[in-house]
């Protein structure tokens, strides 16, 4: 079975531009959580979504936007741009959401977002 | 806000000594403790999970220890390998919010 898909896999943007991150999960499974990920640091939560609805917010501004389709892929959304949201963005999926009960997430291996 | 930290951002050690990392988290109660590795380029791969009710998991050379009094989970590989050698970080998690430490880099020296 394919594990977590993400495109792209590398991307280069200028500042002020938008962006839209795909991720597919593993077959069967229906929750989907964003992460961002910059050198050096562990991931930071951006949105959990579970069954299309979202389910969980990190603290990043209304730049961040994302939804999840009824195949339970999800899309990732960055308006404006700037030079800070230069990043890895990981997607992972779980068959229910992670949040209370810890279920497993599955990674992909992320997107690398450059913004010049 | 919630907050977790990992004590050491490198470790190094000798092959077949037990490596320990360390986590720890402030200002809430964490329904679980999840510990990842993570490989360069690579997404985070699940080693085990941890719940508020239990003191202790094991699985194979890994272990992982939950302490609500000090606030504070221990992650243990025994007999450690070269091929331990990654960076490992620990998720905090609750119905709405998912948070990671920053990364412990482990380095096992053959």
């Known amino acids: 079975d394919a594990g977590v898909t993400q495109s792209p896999t590398h991307l280069i943007k200028t500042r002020g531009q938008h962006v839209t991150l795909r991720c597919s999960p593993i077959?069967?499974?229906?929750?989907v959580s964003w992460y961002q990920q910059v050198l050096g640091q562990g991931p930071q939560f951006i949105f959990q979504y579970y069954e299309k609805e979202e389910r969980g917010r990190g603290n990043f501004p209304d730049r961040f936007s994302a939804r999840q389709f009824p195949n339970y892929s999800s899309e990732l959304n960055v308006n404006a741009l700037l030079l800070g949201d230069s990043a890895l963005y990981l997607c992972?999926?779980?068959?229910?959401?992670?949040?209370?009960?810890?279920?497993?997430?599955?990674f992909g291996p992320g997107t690398r977002l450059t913004v010049l | 806000s919630q907050k977790i930290e990992q004590n050491s951002e490198a470790l190094n050690i000798q092959e077949g000594k037990t490596a320990t990392l360390t986590c720890n988290y402030t200002?809430?109660?964490?329904?679980?403790l999840q510990w990842y590795r993570q490989d360069p380029g690579r997404g985070p791969v699940f080693l085990l999970l941890i719940r508020e009710n239990e003191k202790e998991k094991r699985k194979e050379r890994l272990k992982v220890t939950f302490d609500t009094t000090l606030k504070q989970s221990l992650f243990h590989i025994t007999a450690s390998q070269p091929a331990d050698s990654a960076t490992y970080l620990c998720?905090?998690?609750?119905?709405?919010?998912?948070?990671f430490g920053s990364g412990t880099q482990l380095t096992v020296l053959p």
């Open positions: 992972a999926s779980s068959l229910e959401p992670p949040g209370g009960a810890g279920n497993e997430q599955f």
């Open positions: 998720l905090s998690g609750s119905a709405r919010q998912l948070t």
């Open positions: 077959s069967g499974h229906k929750s």
């Open positions: 200002n809430y109660s964490p329904a679980y």
